[in-house]
C-alpha cells in the first residue's frame, strides 16, 4: 500500500486547509485510513481515523473542527481542518492500517503551519 499526501501550507490562525491522501496498491487489504500529527518536538500522535465501515473517531482537541472523509471510488481519504489555531501546527502523515491494526502503512508528511 502507497499513500500520498498532499495540502499542507501556511495559514492564519482561525483559517483552513484541506489535505488529501490518495491510498494505491493493495488496497483490498486496508481496513483503515486516518491522520497523524506530530508537532515540533513531540512525538507523532493520532487526529481523525476513519474504518472501510465508516466508523470515524478524533482525537478530542479536533471535535468540531476538523472532518476526515473519504472517496471511495478514488481510494483518497480527506481532512478538512477549520478554524485552525497554533496548536495544529505541525508535519501531518497519512496512515493506513489492516485487520490486525497495525498503522504500518505512512505516507510523506505534509507541513501545516498556523500563524497567529
Known amino acids: 500500500v502507497q499513500l500520498q499526501a498532499s495540502g499542507g501550507g501556511l495559514v492564519q490562525a482561525g483559517g483552513s486547509l484541506r489535505l488529501s491522501c490518495a491510498a494505491s496498491?493493495?488496497?483490498?487489504?486496508?481496513?483503515?485510513m486516518g491522520w497523524y500529527r506530530q508537532a515540533p518536538g513531540k512525538q507523532r500522535d493520532v487526529v481523525a481515523t476513519?474504518?472501510?465501515?465508516?466508523?470515524?473517531n478524533y482525537v478530542e482537541s479536533v471535535k468540531g473542527r476538523f472532518i476526515i472523509s473519504r472517496d471511495a471510488a478514488n481510494n483518497t481519504v480527506y481532512l478538512q481542518m477549520n478554524s485552525l489555531n497554533s496548536e495544529d501546527t505541525g508535519v501531518y502523515y497519512c496512515?493506513?492500517?489492516?485487520?490486525?491494526?497495525?498503522?504500518?502503512?505512512w505516507g510523506q508528511g505534509t507541513l501545516v503551519t498556523v500563524s497567529s
Open positions: 476513519i474504518t472501510r465501515g465508516g466508523i470515524i
Open positions: 496512515a493506513a492500517t489492516t485487520t490486525d491494526w497495525e498503522w504500518r502503512y
Open positions: 496498491g493493495n488496497i483490498f487489504r486496508v481496513e483503515a
